[in-house]
């Protein structure tokens, strides 16, 4: 039985064409961990999270994916949510007239046995506790998913999701765009409530300041497609101050 | 709020409707339409004749008149007025008890769950197979109430001078082809009447079966109700699977007294091999109301445009209007709202959903005339479209004389993105359930104006077209 997330030599391309986008990347998150990625634009982060997640827009030529035992790229997008894989969207999409109290107990009654209905007092008391760690407002349950959202609200609405459906290993790709320092806080606080020893978490992110709030085990460095560069936390403030052509600066010299 | 047994009393599994019994019927008319059938189907009823006359004018009108296909679909051609058959029926009388009704007749409908709903709660019912009713029945207290609640050879034999002043006179005979031919060969259907103020609580609901194939339904309703009077009607319909095509085409007038209000509510899944021709229109006289809700969901080509003539003064119309295009089929829907009176109001909501190759088209009429004053309009019609070859097409005609009215119309078209998909599948939905969502989402905020045990039926059948479109 492993214990971890972990991606061996995956390549991928734009489905339908040669144009490479993933190279050989290599990466494991055990659980217990939490691991961020960082790199410039066009370094393939976030076509790495949607690759996990299954999105059809890519094709994986080469490599593996294996979440514990599971071989993610054997499963659906939806079965390998359903399997503990969650991913945080850069850009969450809005679903006009399904109201965001729905949309999660759908999310939830989808991974019953058909038959079984949800608990529904069991679950408003669920999603309410967790709206109150998030500083949510109970509006917010009425409204349509991600319609007329703030860009805050999206991230956290996010992270509520998560909250929600519990995965093993979860994906936040650049859930701190578009926060201010207080939302960033609560979001942090968050991922940092749904840490443990059954958890493993990969954080994309541009900017070193969240990872001040979420506290990352190994900081990986991106370019290209690939990891080039792997390391403590005390990485990500060496990147905030020299830059991303320090790293590639330095894999060029030792190549 | 309903409780669990009602919902699940008006859950009509319609998935279940995809079975049919072996040909077992008295009367046939045979195939093709000629006088000679309508003297058969007249025989049969035993008609007086001023209805076998108006029968037989009417198969005038329909032979005279071109097939619509200058505006409308071209798939009309297809339609072999000689391969169907206009009437069949087991010859028996609508029993007002279920142990009374044909074995086979009465699985039909148990399988389709109707006597249920009837015990748990409708005030009347009326169960159609093929051509003639099978079971028709209305609680007691409404029949003291003087309430009527038959069918049409009924409700002319025994009640002409209640039901013949307005018979036809909502959708004269020539309205339109297929008009002139439900009123040549026009069997069953409700024909209702309820009395000065007497406000009926509970939905009267009518279901037509179709069991046989190369079988055409002609079933023919008017529903009148007198000054402040209220009623709900609602409608279901289901036919099996067949090989071949089969038509369905109604005559539905209403005619709402002063201050009355009818509220019809259609939510049909018929198979994707039907024909659904189907012309319903109401009349509202000074401060009544009508409102047609209209859920079309399968067939192979539905055309319908509820209407509304607001004749007297204050008088309001509505249309509500869902309809959801799967591969291979048409919905061609949209409401006719006529101002005939001063300070009239009309409203007209209209969602389509076009799926796969399914095609949808919205076509709208409004007329106010010049010499009337603060007469209102509003038309809003929305479409999504669910992958790329889906089309919708919308025809608003909107013809307002004069300045002292209000109109406002809106339209909009919206896509269920692939993005929008992978963002429901990544949180545990299947493809299918996450279009389901979508759909439901789209029309959720004219569901939830409707009665609770139909948002419920239409949210269940959404999820299983949607279920089934999935490749």
Redesign the interface.
Known sequence: MSNSLRIDNLHANVEGTDQKILKGLNLEVPKGEVHAIMGPNGSGKSTLSKVMAGNEEYEVTEGSIFMDDTNLLDLDIDERSRAGFFLAFQYPHEIPGVSSANFIRAALQARLPKGEEIDAVAYYKSLYEKMDLLGMDRKFTARSVNEGFSGGEKKRNEVLQMLMLDPTYAVLDETDSGLDIDALRIVAEGVNNMRGPDKGFLVITHYQRLLDYIVPDVVHVMADGQIIKSGDKSLALELEEKGYDWVTAELAATA | MADQATLDAVSIDQSEGNFTFPEDYKHDAGYGLSESTIDYISDVKKEKDWIREFRKKALKVFDSKPLPTNWATKDLENIDFDAIRYYLSKGQAPTRSWDEVPDDVKETFERLGIPEKERKFLAGVEAQFDSEAAYSNVKEELEKQGVIFVNSTEGLREHEEIFRPWFGKVIPTGDNKFSALNSAVFSGGSFIYVPPGVKVAHPLQAYFRINAENFGQFERTLIIVDEGAEVTYMEGCTAPKFETSTLHSAVVELVAMKDAKIQYITVQNWSNNVFNLVTKRGLAHENAEIRWIDCNIGSRLTMKYPGVIMKGRKARGEVVSIALANDGQMQDTGAKMIHAADETTSNVIAKSISVGEGCSVYRGQVHIPKHLKGCKNNTECDALLINSKSRTDTYPAITVRGNQHATQHEASV?QV????I??????????G??MS??V??????LVREFPMEYSVELKRLIDMEMEGSVG
Do not use: P
């Open positions: 919206s993105s692939e993005d929008q992978f963002y429901m599948q990544q949180r545990g939905l299947n493809e359930e996450a969502l979508s439901n989402g789209f029309v959720n905020d």
